[in-house]
């Protein structure tokens, strides 16, 4: 069955430094990946979205890198601020080939940025 | 761009009572909208594909008869979630897409439903 695992629940990065969060995925062929962020009690909030045929797409201090072979994405967010702390959630398209259909999202990595 | 609206926001129903909650596109034609659930620490389930003018399509497990979905216009979609019971106690979320960029779904702030 499809499966997307995300690394870990809770993430504590010190102010500055770079956030790395990891996105895998088993028995899917996306077109691409999103990635959300959710705070408590809100709806998520669209990030960024990278094709199969991408390898790296940045948006500000936000990358994102997609690996089709390792099925793997990993997300960064440079020089990182308290103001950054949520849940951020990868989603792929819920069936292959990148139709036109609801999205399939991991868990959610907790990321809390400590002053 | 890209505003969805969600109302209400929170609502507490006795169990046995039916409960509508209304998604919206405030700046741009949804083509497509969606539902989702998710319950306290966890990933956002999709429930239903719904698109304008026709019949909603509900994934695996979802009851199309306890969760009444309709898009009549390119801006609005509603669920109604019929005879309420506790364990339907949930975060609903809409996304709707449509306009550029189709692969993006944008989010709605979503509804807190209470059943007692």
């Known amino acids: 069955s499809q499966k997307i695992e995300q690394n870990s629940e809770a993430l504590n990065i010190q102010e500055g430094k770079t956030a790395t969060l990891t996105c895998n995925y088993t028995?899917?062929?996306?077109?691409?990946l999103q990635w959300y962020r959710q705070d408590p009690g809100r709806g998520p909030v669209f990030l960024l979205l990278i094709r199969e045929n991408e390898k790296e797409k940045r948006k500000e201090r936000l990358k994102v890198t997609f690996d089709t072979t390792l099925k793997q994405s990993l997300f960064h967010i440079t020089a990182s601020q308290p103001a950054d702390s949520a849940t951020y959630l990868c989603a792929l398209d819920s069936q292959s080939g990148g139709g036109a259909d609801g999205l399939t999202f991991g868990k959610g990595t907790h990321l809390i940025i400590q002053p | 761009g890209a505003v969805v609206s969600q109302h209400p926001s929170r609502v507490i129903c006795k169990s046995g009572t039916s409960v509508k909650i209304e998604c919206r596109s405030l700046d741009f034609q949804a083509t497509t909208m969606f539902w989702y659930r998710q319950f306290p620490k966890q990933s956002l389930m999709l429930m239903a594909t719904s698109n304008e003018g026709s019949k909603a399509t509900y994934e695996q497990g979802v009851e199309k008869d306890k969760f009444l979905i309709n898009h009549a216009s390119l801006t609005l979609s509603t669920l109604t979630v019929t005879s309420a019971h506790p364990e339907d106690s949930s975060f609903y979320i809409c996304?709707?897409?449509?306009?550029?960029?189709?692969?993006?779904?944008?989010f709605g702030p979503g509804t807190r439903l209470l059943v007692l």
């Open positions: 028995n899917y062929s996306p077109a691409y």
């Open positions: 996304s709707a897409r449509g306009g550029w960029g189709w692969e993006t779904q944008y």
